[in-house]
């Protein structure tokens, strides 16, 4: 009896880490946590969210039972050839260490809740969350500080914050604004990788390389007040700013870096606006450096669209995301291409900060007491024991500071996707009219990438049960297949439940 209790205790303190507080998102440091999970925990008993969420505690309890049981069984010998393996090719990775590529990852603030609340100004000072009350897809950052975060049930993040506002999605208009960053970014980096709409991955190395010959004029850009223009077109007329109105920016609660200047109209000076004192006055030059080069970009984005962008700048893609993430919202952090400074980075990090390392992996480690990229490292024999081999490689590159420096836009696509989460749908015709839906979609997508050629579609199907009213998630994934180029066509497959 009393182990039982002891049991379902344990499982109630891993479930807490599960679903509570992940105070490694930005924004959300500093919270009463122990506060937090409580109502989490009391807003979600007795649903099958939580149901759903135990049984998979479970199963993850059961895998650490069992990595534990394998560890017991290594023998010194074992560890000592693990050692050496492992060593080597950790010998041949550093050998192979890349620092003369300059790569930036660009991740818009609270991206949707961001577009949403410059749309209704009213929403600003508010906290919100887009999505439903089966699931957030982001909140702003008023909303983080009362726990509320992406990939939460809506009934749970009202149960944190009552006065929340959960605005519906709107992925067109989203589209729309990303398009207007892209094409930003591609003037520095032509083929910069997307990897969603609110955060791509750039090599400016080439772009550093050309702009250490530009004239001033050629980094200057110029502030205007009033409607946006389209493609930051120059424009004469200017209006003179106030100090207050340079060194406040509107958005979120957080005031501007002193080197950003706030929403308006933004152009490069032209040949007749070189001469114009006030236009001077009111320009800002950026230098020839990586670090002024996303500061222009964050500028020109924020100038454009009056959104926010943070920024990470390093030698390979891993660093650079979790950089982008240091001085959030609206700030950037740079790690020096040198060995040390990569080293000195990594040393005490978090594993969790760094992307692919999500709850479960995390939980794992820490059963065998690593939580840091230091500690990682120092176990990287006995990990290569126990996890497959690409994920003890993978671990021992975080662990050396080493990621991608090869960003991967172009090459032969061997499919495209759209996916969307709703609330329960019940009757077959709302069904198959939302599967039109996502087959136009995806439809449009590929006819703009110009892969007329691929057209039959596949649906399959992933159903999740969720929520505490038994909502019934599903998500579509569309892939495609090779078929004879006669134009996009739509074709729906059964859908069995």
């Not at 080439?206 to 389209?230: A, C, M, V």
Request: aromatic share 6%; proline share 4%; net charge positive.
């Amino acid at each position: 009896m009393d182990s039982t209790k002891e049991k379902n205790g344990n499982y109630k303190d891993d479930l807490l880490l599960r679903m509570g507080l992940n105070d490694n998102k930005a924004g959300m440091e500093g919270l009463d946590k122990e506060k937090i999970n409580k109502i989490i925990m009391e807003a979600t008993k007795g649903s099958r969210f939580y149901g759903n969420e135990l049984k998979k505690e479970k199963q993850v309890n059961q895998r650490i039972e069992n990595m534990m049981q394998q560890k017991a069984q290594i023998t010194s010998q074992q560890l000592r050839k693990a050692q050496l393996q492992v060593d080597r090719f950790a010998m041949e990775l550093e050998q192979s260490r890349d620092l003369n590529n300059t790569i930036v990852h660009i991740d818009m603030d609270a991206f949707y809740a961001a577009v949403e609340m410059r749309d209704n100004p009213e929403l600003k000072d508010k906290p919100i969350a887009v999505g439903s009350s089966s699931m957030l897809s982001t909140s702003n950052y008023h909303a983080r500080r009362f726990g509320v975060r992406a990939a939460m049930p809506g009934f749970i993040a009202k149960r944190l914050c009552p006065q929340l506002i959960i605005v519906p999605s709107n992925f067109d208009k989203y589209r729309a604004v990303s398009k207007e960053v892209k094409e930003i970014l591609a003037d520095y980096d032509p083929n910069f990788m997307a990897m969603s709409l609110d955060e791509a991955y750039l090599n400016i190395t080439k772009h550093l390389q050309e702009r250490q010959n530009w004239p001033e004029d050629k980094r200057r850009y110029f502030i205007k007040t009033g409607h946006s223009l389209e493609n930051d077109k120059p424009r004469k007329e200017v209006n003179k700013l106030s100090e207050h109105e340079r060194s406040i920016s509107p958005l979120l609660f957080e005031d501007s870096p002193p080197d950003l200047q706030p929403p308006g109209n933004t152009s490069q000076v032209n040949s007749e606006e070189q001469n114009n004192p006030q236009i001077l006055q009111n320009s800002v030059v950026f230098g020839t450096s990586a670090e002024e080069v996303v500061k222009e970009i964050r500028f020109r984005i924020e100038q454009k669209t009056t959104l926010t962008a943070s920024a990470g700048i390093a030698p390979n893609t891993m660093l650079a995301k979790v950089c982008s993430d240091k001085n959030k919202p609206n700030g950037q952090y740079q790690i020096l291409p040198r060995r040390q400074a990569v080293m000195d980075f990594i040393k005490d990090l978090p594993i969790r900060k760094v992307s692919g390392i999500g709850k479960v992996t995390e939980k794992m480690l820490k059963a065998l007491g690593i939580t840091t990229c230091t500690e990682l490292y120092q176990q990287r024999a006995l990990l290569s024991l126990l996890f497959s081999e690409s994920s003890w490689r993978y671990f021992l590159h975080i662990s050396m500071g080493l990621g991608s420096t090869h960003l991967t836009r172009d090459g032969e696509r061997k499919s495209m996707s759209v996916e969307r989460t709703f609330s329960e749908i019940s009757k077959a015709e709302e069904q198959y009219k939302l599967c039109q839906e996502l087959c136009n979609e995806l439809a449009q997508d590929l006819q703009k990438e110009g892969l007329k050629e691929y057209g039959s579609l596949v649906f399959p199907v992933k159903k999740i049960r969720n929520t505490n009213n038994g909502v019934l998630l599903v998500s579509y994934r569309l892939e495609t297949k090779p078929c004879p180029p006669l134009g996009v066509q739509r074709k729906l497959t059964k859908i069995s439940f």
